[in-house]
């Protein structure tokens, strides 16, 4: 009999046609995924899933799904999945890695702009009536090019970073476990560092590495107090890199003259709670987790998700396996 699957919300593109290839779908609800009680109760029978990364995937889940094969996110991410609990009961997961690298680098260095140049801080200014003619000191920012970009996590994303950074003039520094080969490192012109270094010889750091234990608080209060003054973090990669009450406070207290953030510590499925002294701050440009949310890139990630579905049961060798 066909596979039973379990699509945790609706998806663009071909993508749900693509997963009925592969057997019996039911659709969840928008917004509430693999809470949704029916969807427990009947969820003895689920082969696969296709999850959001505000699908939490956990021992307690798995407990309830034990027909569960496979889990395929819709997101490069999986901090979302217990790959332990997964690979303990030979769930596979898979993720869709590759697609969403430019439009990522795209709004990530659209929070860099928009933070160094005062972009949302203008735009409020003008919409209140508080531009009243040009002024030589209005809203003086921080120079983009010429500045010292640094990245941390030098992945797909991070050096897709590079290449819009180093076509605004900018230097690049970057960090991570490996170092990438020379020839890589003189084709992008990013410069490789230590991660203390990183934070104290860059203008704007811009995190792009995935949520690990390694990177959970990363920037911390003493890691901010490394940085120069005047300095900016950008954050589109996982909220809980980053320690928001003492980002609060640097960029209150100083060094750091502004952020722009994407990602936030706590965000579930139905609610978000951002830090409220940061959120507070005139200084922080905020976009709602949409780093990948341009119309090609949403339907490419289902369509890679889906693919991924497809080949699992079609010879179980789906391309975008991600290894515990
Ligand atoms: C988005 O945040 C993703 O991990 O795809
Ligand atoms: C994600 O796609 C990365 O490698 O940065």
Redo the contacts with the bound molecule.
Sequence with gaps: SEPRIFVSSPLPGRAIEQIQEAGNVVLGKSGVGVRDEEFLEEGASFEALVTLLTDRVDAALLERLPALRLVANVA?GTDNIDLAACAARNVVVTNT??V??EATADLAFGLLLAAARRIAEGDRMVRSGGFQGFRFDTLVGAPVHGSTLGIV?F????QAMARRARGFGMHVLYTQRSRLNPNMETALGATYVSMEEVFAQSDIVSL?CPLTDETKNLVSSKRLSTMRPGSILINTARGACVDEAALAAALREGPLGAAGLDVFARESTTSVSIDIELLACKNVVFTPHIASADLATRVAMAETAAKNLVAFFHDGNPPNVVRY
């Design positions: 490069v890695p590759g969403l690298t996590g992945g797909r994303i991070g792009h």
